[in-house]
């Protein structure tokens, strides 16, 4: 293990000191750069933008707001400096910016008037701001921001002498949610709305319920705030059983628009204030649940579902101004689309590419805003860059930024290739991509790295990962899946790890394995496969099946279902959704899907990578797999992020740290160091 460290030292100091490089290098994270929540104005003419950016003497990341035309001149800053600046929205009639900003510290509302660039911070708020929207008239913005309750305190200590130093008193919890990944023990407090003055001022609460309130819209009149709340008594073990509700801002008065038994959320008032537009799914308990589209009258009544031959996630809708049309975006085939469509269903694709948020993996995600002339401005990308902004005029599209083009167009990246194979267990085609290293010769043998996704409900797709980049650059040949249980194939492909995972979707890996191996390039006695939190479950339930991986990194994985349900921030939800029952109801099957439970066939040499404030997948899981190995006699190791929640790669060192602690215990475990000719 002092070896292993030693090399990721050495790795990191190299990359300090040495001379520029021509391929992707782990210290370039630092200078790689993203766009995010691209706004476009209401007229259509120009965009602002967050561009994202790593400090690297805080290990922080930054962002700036910039401002663009649709045409793609007058690219410019709006603001600047080391703090964080994100969450623009335009006012109505497009003469005002509002946005968030921590430049004084605390995050805070700035106002910005468009025609002559005067700024103001508009608040002084103890919490953190949250979803910020516009009012239509322009008077008012609606927010939601956390309120914590008091909570109930033991009398247990009698009163201490003057002056007496005491441990602190007992922590008394009766919450089923105590606890969050990235926030730790939690206080107990729900997000409220609030109505901000667009002059500024202290907002006024309008919510005192004790539940979360979410996805606010306001009415045409802006007299009302359509929103979505799970305020059903036992909300906190039916976590997915939200409702649609309406609060009239003059007097309070909230009335419900919503009963099905199943998540309804993200309401859009048409323009004309004739409909509301929302997402939802009749809740089945199913592991994966496609949300689809809804439309209902103001009024709660006459529900109709549009696009149901979708069978794809509906996401981020939006009316267009003649309340004609829906704007949405959905996820194929691991590639991300905007498209629009009219109340009878008849759909148009819009743009395609949508992405490029996740830098570490490649994620789906990414965002757009619609304009009043149908005019989008969407994050872009491709496997060779992170997020750009790129814009749908009249039809036609065009990338407006190239923000990292002082970077990668100096760096030759790995090839990324797309590939369809059969699974070995039922014939089922399997989406994957093949990463080749920088100047790949087919003509010699390359070591393969199988990296897979987490979720287990997410996709990876034809977009940027640095990771994987990173892999390729240390002479990898990278292969990632969509196996069976991803997202972006349809609710069928994705239920067939329901009460099953992981099961079959090891024959998709394996088989992609095989496929790989079969073009000819890949040294066979040189195989390693690593992954995170899902990815982390099933290469070590893939380590306990078979020993031809010389090598393997199981990142902040569950090996025990049964500990996993009770400890982990999901109390309400994963024994619900993703088991037939409570474990102690379930014991056979909770085991026999557990990695744990094939530990006695591991011989593959074994590191365990988490961060030990990982509270979705906790590092008790990791220390239990270690000790298990150890017992075993088999060559394992563990690291410990310290300070990292489930998103170890949230720092930039941690990114950094992360790779050079796969790619070193990899090399520890090559037969031969050199590419076989």
Avoid at 49 to 56: E, G, L
Avoid at 430 to 442: A, H, L, N, R, S
């Amino acid at each position: 293990m002092k070896n292993i460290l030693l090399l990721i030292f050495s790795l990191f100091l190299f990359n300090v000191h040495a001379q520029p490089s021509d391929i992707f290098e782990p210290l370039d994270i630092f200078d790689i750069e993203m766009v995010s929540d691209p706004q476009i104005s209401p007229d259509g003419q120009r965009v602002v933008y967050v561009r994202n950016f790593k400090d690297i003497m805080t290990d922080g990341n930054r962002s700036n707001l910039w401002i663009i035309n649709v045409d793609g001149s007058g690219n410019r800053p709006l603001t600047s400096g080391n703090s964080n600046n994100y969450a623009p929205r335009w006012s109505p009639d497009g003469t005002r910016l509002a946005y968030i900003s921590s430049e004084n510290g605390k995050p805070q509302v700035y106002m910005r008037w468009m025609d002559d660039g005067t700024t103001a911070k508009i608040t002084n708020l103890q919490e953190s701001p949250g979803q910020m929207n516009w009012s239509p008239d322009g008077k008012w913005i609606a927010m939601t921001m956390p309120v914590k309750e008091e909570q109930k305190k033991l009398n247990v200590l009698p009163a201490k002498p003057e002056g007496a130093k005491w441990a602190d008193p007992p922590i008394y919890i009766d919450q089923v949610n105590y606890r969050g990944d990235g926030q730790g023990y939690l206080d107990v407090s729900f997000d409220q709305i609030y109505l901000l003055s667009a002059e500024g001022g202290t907002p006024r609460q309008i919510t005192f319920d004790p539940h979360d309130h979410f996805s606010l819209n306001w009415t045409p009149d802006s007299k009302s705030i359509i929103y979505s709340s799970n305020n059903h008594p036992n909300w906190e073990f039916e976590p997915r059983n939200s409702e649609i509700h309406e609060i009239k801002i003059d007097d309070g008065a909230v009335r419900t628009l919503t009963t099905r038994y199943g998540p309804d959320y993200s309401p859009r008032v048409s323009p004309d204030g004739q409909w509301i537009a929302f997402l939802g799914a009749d809740d089945n308990h199913q592991g994966y649940e496609v949300d689809k589209l809804y439309i209902m009258d103001r009024d709660g009544g006459n529900v109709q579902v549009l696009c149901d031959d979708l069978d794809r996630d509906i996401q981020n809708i939006k009316w267009s101004a003649d309340s004609k049309n829906i704007v949405f975006q959905y996820d194929h085939h691991g590639k991300t689309y905007v498209a629009k469509t009219d109340l009878s269903s008849n759909r148009t694709q819009i743009a395609e590419n949508i992405g490029g948020l996740s830098l570490g993996r490649p994620y789906s995600g990414g965002t757009y805003s619609l304009a009043n002339n149908g005019s989008i401005a969407f994050t872009h990308s491709t496997p060779d860059h992170p997020a750009d902004l790129a814009v749908t005029v009249d039809g036609t599209t065009s990338r407006l930024t190239h923000v990292n083009d002082d970077l990668l167009r100096y760096k030759t990246l790995g090839e990324v290739e797309e590939i369809w194979y059969r699974s070995s267990h039922d014939g089922r085609m399997i989406q994957g991509w093949i990463v080749k290293p920088p100047d790949f010769d087919p003509s010699k043998k390359y070591p393969l790295l199988l990296e897979i996704h987490g979720g287990p409900f997410t996709n990876y797709g034809s977009r940027f990962s640095a990771e994987v980049q990173l892999f390729a650059s240390k002479g990898y040949v990278v292969l990632y899946t969509n196996p069976r249980g991803s997202t972006s194939y349809g609710e069928e492909f994705g239920n067939l790890i329901h009460h099953n995972y992981p099961g079959e979707d090891y024959d998709d890996l394996m088989s992609g394995v095989d496929e790989v191996i079969d073009k000819g390039y890949i040294d066979e006695d040189q195989l390693y496969v690593t992954g995170g939190s899902g990815g982390g479950v099933l290469t070590s339930w893939i380590i306990g099946k078979t020993d031809r991986f010389r090598a393997a990194v199981v990142a902040k994985p569950v090996i025990n279902w049964y500990s996993f349900v009770l400890y982990s921030d999901g109390l309400g939800f994963f024994s619900k959704y993703w088991f037939p029952g409570k474990p102690w109801e379930h014991m056979e099957h909770y085991m026999s899907r557990s990695p744990i439970s094939l530990v006695g066939n591991v011989t593959t040499p074994t590191m365990l990578l988490t961060g030990e404030e990982d509270w979705r997948t906790p590092i008790s899981e990791t220390e239990q797999y270690y000790a298990a190995l150890k017992l075993e006699g088999v060559d394992c190791a563990m690291v410990r992020i310290p300070g990292a929640s489930h998103g170890i790669a949230a720092k930039p060192s941690n990114l950094i740290a992360k790779v050079n602690s796969i790619t070193s215990w990899f090399e520890e475990h090559k037969e031969d160091k050199e590419i076989k000719p």
